[in-house]
Structure formats: C-alpha cells, structure tokens
C-alpha cells in the first residue's frame, strides 16, 4: 500500500473528510492534544480557515491508493517549526504516515525540525524515528483529548 502513497495541497473538499478521522475516538486518545471539543464543526471549520490562510504553513493532504488518508503540516506556531500529521485510522499501521512524512521531508527543507508526540504513541515514536527524528527531550502538558496532564517526548531532526 505504501507504493501509492502520494502528498498534494489541501482541497475545500478534504474538510469534512478530515473532520471525521479527526473526531474518531481512537484518534482522539491518540493525538492526545486535540481541539477541546473534535466534533463541533464551527470550531473546526474556523481553525482550518485560519490554517489555510497562514502563508507560514505548508500543509498537505496523504493520499493512499487516492483516498484521503489524512493530513501532514509544518508550522511554527509554538515558535519552532513542527511537524505534525495524523490519519483515519483506517489506515494506521500500514507504513502510510512513514512514507509520507519522507515525502514531505523531501519537500520541506526546514532544519532543523520538531515534533511532539505523547510518550505512550509509539506508533508515532516509530514513524519519526524511522525518519531520521530523535529524542531530545520532554514535557508535559494538558491534552485536551485525554482530559488530563500527558508527557509528551519532544523529538527533533537536524539533518535534511
């Protein structure tokens, strides 16, 4: 399935695609951080505007076999530049989010970059870490998806 694993701008349409994966329970635990409530679509809609219209964001939508599998970013919104992705669940555990984020490190040329991620996502630990991305350090924070403080390792890759 990773053969056909390809990146392309976000369309109007991928919105209400990207609002169900998002709201999905098992993604919420997993992203831990999350928006305080993922099923309410006036919120949603008006982040997404707001991302769409900062010239500082490069977003993609991850394509599978031409399915929206979900969504990868690199921001700066906590002051250094971030990578952040997530997909259906559908399609965890088929390879998807490591060969798309290669692919959008092989277009995003910012070094070095972040990232963050629950201490217990391992899946997530295992995708950046297979892209070059190591731990350099933790913290902690409240994530909105769990309803509680989550410790997070923060992980970064310096090399292009």
């Given amino acids: 399935m990773t ?3 390809t990146l392309r701008p976000i369309a109007e349409g991928d919105l209400p695609i990207l609002f ?11 992203a831990a951080f999350t928006a305080k409530d993922p099923s309410n679509w006036e919120a ?10 900062d010239p500082a964001v490069t977003m993609r939508i991850i394509l599978a076999n031409d399915q929206v599998a979900g969504s990868i970013s690199c921001h700066t919104w ?27 490190l092989a277009e995003v040329a910012t070094r070095p ?11 997530s630990q295992r995708v950046l870490e297979r892209n070059g991305f190591t731990i350099h350090g933790e913290d ?21």
């Fill in 113 to 123: 970059l972040y990232a963050r991620i629950a201490k217990d996502n391992i899946a």
């Fill in 20 to 30: 169900e994966q998002q709201r999905a329970p098992a993604a919420v635990w997993m």
């Fill in 140 to 160: 902690r924070g409240f994530a909105e998806g769990r309803g509680a403080e989550v410790e997070e390792w923060l992980l970064v890759r310096h090399a292009p």
């Fill in 3 to 5: 053969d056909y694993i």
């Fill in 78 to 104: 906590f002051g250094e530049p971030e990578v952040s992705y997530g997909l259906g669940q559908a399609f965890w555990g088929c390879g998807i989010a490591t060969r798309a984020l290669a692919l959008f």
């Fill in 44 to 53: 949603f809609s008006a982040h997404w505007a707001k991302v769409l219209a």
